[in-house]
């Protein structure tokens, strides 16, 4: 039996609630729970969904549990899953980030970071449904611009089906690595 | 005189003195003190410096506290300025922000936001000073990569001054705005 700490969100379930009913368009099949991440997700294939993306490298229990808990207290960490409730597997997960600015009234800005679908999931609109809702909570939370960084061949699919727009003359993003880090993201 | 409390830093200056030890060619006028952002900058013409680069709208004294006191809080924000010590004015500024990530070893992602030097100080070295001490920041902080997105016409001074690099095949930025805000950043 799953205790209940195990059970422990990463953020309200509340908010999602309410972003998932800004946009009534959101279907998935009824195996799939789309929720916030929970703590018990380490034991559900949540980093080895993550690896499909990037290097995950080595992310002990303590380590997972270290960083949950900075994301918990810090408040600005939407992660948000897609669990196969059929297995209680982890089929996708995308994180919205917000970001407190000064400028425009200070307001707050968000960002859809790490958005990833196992292959073993892929064609069940899981990627359009975890965008969407993140689409839908930067709404909720007020934020005035959602952005993200992302591959070439991902360009179409965020304009399709979001409406993400490659402004001209001010979308380049850059990078420094510091270490022998993997190539993305 | 001064009060203690308005003299409060947004973070603790020792980091940035840990910075500004890894790379001695940043070099500024004595004239000029880099140092964090102070609850009483907001008297001495930091939203003016910031109203350069995009719009800072109506941001009251208590709306500022309210920011500087949610940004203090959060920990991961080491928005830094440059002040003219004759003139007790803000002559430029930049936001160095970290992320806490599951990827790479549960390791830190740092950004550069919103980097402004008041036309009035143009041409005395103090982009490069703050750019440059943020870069340093970050890897103090023991960030895996540090990223940022600018307009066309600052790639090359990213490029030249401190080896940002536009990654083939994975550097776009996309944009969605959900107000009237202004157009840029």
Known sequence: MTSPAAMEYLFDEKILNNAL??????????????????????????????????????????RFDEIFDKMKTNGCYYVTVIEDLDTNRIAGSATLFTEYKFIHGGGLR????????????RGQNLGVALVQTLKSLSQVLHCYKLTLDCNDQMIS??????????????????????SSSSSSP
């Open 21 to 62: 009913k800004i946009d009534p368009k959101i279907t998935i099949k009824d195996n799939f729970h789309l929720r916030p991440l929970a703590r018990n997700d380490f034991e559900h294939g949540f980093l080895a969904a993550l690896s499909q993306l990037t290097e995950v490298g080595d992310v002990s229990r303590e």
């Open 110 to 121: 968000a960002r859809i970071e790490d958005v990833v679908v196992d292959n073993d999931y």
């Open 157 to 178: 699919w965020y304009r399709k089906y979001f409406d993400f727009q490659i402004e001209e003359g001010r979308s380049n993003f850059m990078t420094i690595r510091f």
